[in-house]
Structure formats: C-alpha cells, structure tokens
C-alpha cells in the first residue's frame, strides 16, 4: 500500500505517518527504489495498533519502547506485557473520565427533559459541582 492508502484507510495526515515511522513508533517501512515507502500487511497491523493506541491516550513514549522491545525479540515478553499492563492503566483512566463526562452529559440533558415538559429548570437536586456550570 502506498502511504496515501494508508492515510485515507486509518484517517491520519501523511506528517503523523512518516512521524510515527520516525520516532519508532512504528518500524521501518520498506521503500521502493525510487525511495516510496511500500507498507506491507505487516507494516500495516503496526499503524493500526499506533492509530488504535494513540485514540486510546496511550503515550508515543510508551509504543516506542513497545516496538523497541518487540524488535529485541521473544526475551522481552514479560517487558512487553508489563508495558501493555501499563497502556491498560492508562485507557481506564480515560475511560473513567470519559464516564463520568457521559454521566453529567446525561444529568443536565435530563434536566433539561424535565424543563421542557415542566417549564421549570431546576438544578436543585445535583451536586454543588454540577450547578457551577448550569
């Protein structure tokens, strides 16, 4: 595949790409004789994890140690789960994080639900957080 059916198939600029590749965030792409980068299904499994992990907040820092010791071979599987235990971390807490904002989307959109039917809205019954930001 050439760098531009990458970009459009994983919906990131051609920049992020040849950074990714860079930085080690993805391994060396093999290039054409005329120097074009040519990703291969391999190549490809390793932009989608460095999409997927990067939506997920996993830090750049933290896959290119990843790729790093899986390049060092089957001697760093255990650093490599730990790493991955790691990247688990910190999805949760974004998850979390991502909750809670649903949980108070879903809060005032409530309340606003009852306005509409009531013609009063009231914020009496949330947290002193909440009404700070009716």
Known sequence: MTIKEICAKYGITA?????????????AVRRTKGGIR?????D????????????????IEMLIEYVKLFQEGDETLEA???????????VQENLDKYQATMDR??????????????????????????????
């Open 44 to 59: 490809e499994k390793w932009v989608e994890n460095a999409v997927c992990m990067r939506n997920a907040g996993v830090p």
């Open 80 to 90: 490599r789960r730990n790493l991955l235990m790691e990247a688990r971390v910190t």
């Open 15 to 27: 920049d992020t790409l040849r950074y990714y590749e860079r930085v080690g965030v993805i391994p």
């Open 105 to 134: 989307l879903n809060y005032k959109i409530s309340r606003y639900d009852v306005a509409l039917k009531t013609g009063v809205l009231s914020w009496d019954d949330c947290e002193d957080d909440l009404k700070k930001d009716k």
């Open 38 to 42: 040519s990703y291969s299904a391999e």
